[in-house]
């Protein structure tokens, strides 16, 4: 059945970059899309549009902004609940908070209620598309998606690898590790919406043994993900040089594991050097820029323009638990901050690429989600630019459309996202 929905309409085509390319952009003031059997038909003009679509029901969004769904390139699940805790650094969070409320997981009802209440987050958020850390336990997967299967969401997710340096009762082993994931891509990758990733936590809790079952399972399924960390934290980076004395670099671990690949995606990737850039943006890598995680960590600046310039895809990642927010709006106002820092523009424009089409061109995506293009899944995200107050002043006096987004995503919350629609369905929140 066709449906079409009125309102400002705003999506990127191509990456506009730090100078705003006006012809990334396409935008209709007064818009109309139109959706069939959750796939978009077609965004544009509503005085175009409308002369054709006699007999569609028309919902209409006055003074609201449609955007595509948003998409997170890293997040972990079964840390929600230590979001905001304070005061450690990598090392020693992921010892007194992530790993305490992982061990958790090993009851797979918990895992389930976790995985509901989360997911029902992300809608809250905008969120419609998620590549997600579980935990060791197999059933995390399972349980993370099948919420996900339940609420008809395009999302990516794995067990996660570890066989050393972590708790005992948190480490699977190489056989089992590998055996696991064969087992949960079979049952959920491709299966709906959905998609599996090999997830080894990263180079510090994988043994070589691991990392090769890792890399033997990346190369047999070419078209699974592949989801990790890399140069996070400077202890991080020194304690993998001393575990791989033979390596070049912490992503010389992975490559020599075959884990660097088209559909590898590495959270964080803040301590590289442009060979790395440039071996990453060859070996058809991707990066989650996480900048709330970064800055609550202290691990350090992420630098997007040399991402850039080596050609390397980068999306957005909130990397909840160690992020401060499931909001991409909020994750993006951060990383506009953290970029200002460093001297580098991140215009409102760029900003909704990195949490859109960007993202899609991360996650290798981009022909399923990420803009309204003819075909793409009906995913999208209605922005209330007065969702409080404050916004409503802020952006009641916005010139530009430009003005608009940017005042929305420095100010927004979930009270900016009036409705999020997953494959033209509205979610109807609990
Ligand atoms: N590196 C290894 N594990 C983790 C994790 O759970 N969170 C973050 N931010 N970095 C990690
Ligand atoms: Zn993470």
Redesign the pocket.
Known sequence: MREAFRATILHCLADPGEGAEASAIQQFDDGLLLIEDGTVIEAGDAATLLPQCEDVPVTEFPGKIIVPGFIDCHV?FP?LDIIASHGKQ?LD??NRY?YPVEAQFADAAHAHEVAGVFLDELLRNGTTTALV?GTVHAHSADAILAAAQSRGMRLIAGKVLMDRMCPDELQDDPASAYADSKTLIERWHGKDRLGYAITP??A??SSEEQLAAAGRLASEYPDVWVHT?LA?STA?VEEVARQFPDSRSYLDVYDHFGLLRERSVF??CLHLDDEDRHRMADGGGAVAF?PT?NLF?G?GLFDLRAMRSANVRCGLGT?V???TSLSMLRTASEAYKVLHLQGQALPAMSALYLVTLGAAEALCLDDKVGNFEHGKDADFVVLDPAGSPISARRTGVATSIDEKLFAITMLADDRHIAATYVAGQRYEFK
């Open positions: 972990h840390q990598l969070w992921l992530a850390f936590r990263f510090l809790t960390h996070e991080e959270a964080h996480c995680s960590l691990s990397d638990g160690g992020g």
